[in-house]
């Protein structure tokens, strides 16, 4: 009923032009006495979050298949958290062909986090939620800084591709300049991924 009469109904600014409204709601179709209150706005943060990255206005629904998927989520971001902070942020190198003559043009370096158990996972299982939490930049400039050390260790000459989340680009790419002059990196061995 909301969405209807926000459509027929545009709101009028004191000042202005009228202003069309969009509409998301989230319905919790869970028992709430089961989750601890202060969750509850926290859940439902999440699934406008989620709402919003498939479309501007409509309805979550918040079940008990869909909370089990959020709490996972939370604890995987604890384990890539505490890898952060012991140095648990690696990566790794995927060659990049050239179709036309089979040889190697570049390696794309990707993000990877060594779990307490020692297991190596993609990065890109955290990703989403590291952006809403602004550690995306974090991973950024460990991934960053390890690959160059890297690449002038080895004397790697080949270009590496490397991939900048939005914010890292916008906020620390005086960083990455300095990065590259520190370890005398020719800038045209780098590609940079957005």
């Known amino acids: ?4 009469y926000f459509s027929l109904y545009p709101f009028v600014p004191p000042v202005g032009k009228p202003v069309q409204i969009s509409f998301a709601a989230v319905i919790l179709g869970v028992d709430v006495k089961k989750v601890i209150p202060e969750e509850l706005l926290w859940i439902a943060e999440r699934a406008l ?3 919003k990255n ?3 206005e409509g309805i979550e629904i918040v ?7 959020l709490y996972k989520k939370r604890e995987s971001l604890k384990l ?3 890898a952060l902070e012991k140095g648990g942020v690696t990566f790794a190198m995927q060659k990049i062909v050239d179709v036309n003559t089979g040889q190697t043009y570049a390696y794309e370096i990707l993000a990877r986090i060594r779990m307490d158990d020692g297991r190596i996972v993609p990065a890109g299982i955290f990703i989403e939620d590291l952006g809403y939490l602004g550690l995306d930049m974090e991973l950024d400039e460990e991934v960053i800084d390890k690959a160059l050390y890297y690449k002038k260790k080895k004397g790697i000459k080949d270009r590496f ?3 900048f989340s939005n914010k890292f680009f916008d906020q620390k790419l005086n960083l990455f300049i300095e990065l590259v002059n520190h370890y005398k990196i020719n800038p045209e061995e ?3 991924e957005l």
């Open 54 to 56: 498939v479309s501007k």
């Open 190 to 192: 780098i590609i940079i």
């Open 80 to 82: 890539f958290v505490r």
């Open 49 to 51: 979050i989620e709402l």
């Open 161 to 163: 591709s490397l991939n």
């Open 63 to 69: 079940t008990e298949k869909w909370m089990e998927r």
């Open 1 to 4: 009923y909301l969405r209807q």
